[in-house]
């Protein structure tokens, strides 16, 4: 069983940073690609960032330097640091697995979710 356990969520100031984590059971590396995604309230679920199994990555546009994407194969985890911390990141982060098509950061290439972490950024 697939298993994606997200933690690290909290609310932060503006300007603040967070260290989301994911821990991955379950799932096959070799070909995968982990990723994070995020949904606000009223908005539909984007690509935050993504890591394959050669550690490429790719970024949501608006991403802009602030966020970090990495994995720890050792312990299974998947890691999110998100820096310069702006109000309109402010959603639902969730932890997603799925083929080496998910770089592309769409969400019809995701095979698993996990059940998300809230960050809420005040200004």
């Known amino acids: 069983v697939v298993q994606l356990v997200e933690s690290g969520g909290a609310s932060v100031q503006s300007g603040g940073s967070l260290r989301l984590s994911c821990a991955v059971s379950?799932?096959?590396?070799?070909?995968?690609?982990l990723a994070w995604f995020r949904q606000a309230p009223g908005k539909e679920r984007e690509g935050v960032a993504g890591i394959d199994s050669d550690g490429a990555i790719s970024y949501g546009d608006f991403v802009q330097g602030r966020f970090t994407i990495s994995q720890d194969k050792s312990k299974n985890t998947l890691y999110l640091q998100m820096n310069s911390l702006k109000p309109e990141d402010t959603a639902m982060y969730y932890c997603a697995a799925g083929g080496s098509f998910l770089l592309a950061l769409l969400t019809s290439d995701v095979n698993y979710w996990g059940q998300g972490t809230q960050v809420t950024v005040s200004s």
């Open positions: 379950g799932y096959t590396y070799s070909k995968a690609c």
